[in-house]
């Protein structure tokens, strides 16, 4: 049987702190490796008929999926941004 794939793109809308991101990486590294992690806590072993496809976009420099990628992800993550509304 071949693996289920989920393509998730991340949407970075900021860039973290220097030294998170020497640390950890983009948002959207971090949010791969959370969501891999989790993954794996919640399937264990069933995670071998998963098959994880990620993708970042630096948002804040305007890079976005074109038309045919939108057509085939699974879903998306937005990160935070540092001119979001604060409450």
């Known amino acids: ?6 393509r998730i ?4 809308c900021e860039v973290p702190v220097p030294s998170v991101l020497a ?9 791969e490796t959370l969501l891999r992690k989790a993954a ?7 995670t071998r008929d998963l098959e994880l496809k990620f993708k970042t976009y630096n948002a804040k420099a305007g ?3 074109d038309e045919v990628e939108l057509e085939e992800i699974d879903g998306v993550v ?7 509304i604060r409450w």
């Open 78 to 84: 937005l990160t935070g941004s540092g001119t979001s």
């Open 40 to 46: 794996k806590t919640e399937l264990g072993d069933e």
């Open 9 to 12: 793109v991340s949407l970075d």
């Open 63 to 65: 890079e976005l999926p």
């Open 23 to 31: 640390e950890r990486g983009t948002f959207g590294d971090i949010f």
């Open 1 to 6: 049987m071949s693996p289920i794939v989920l």
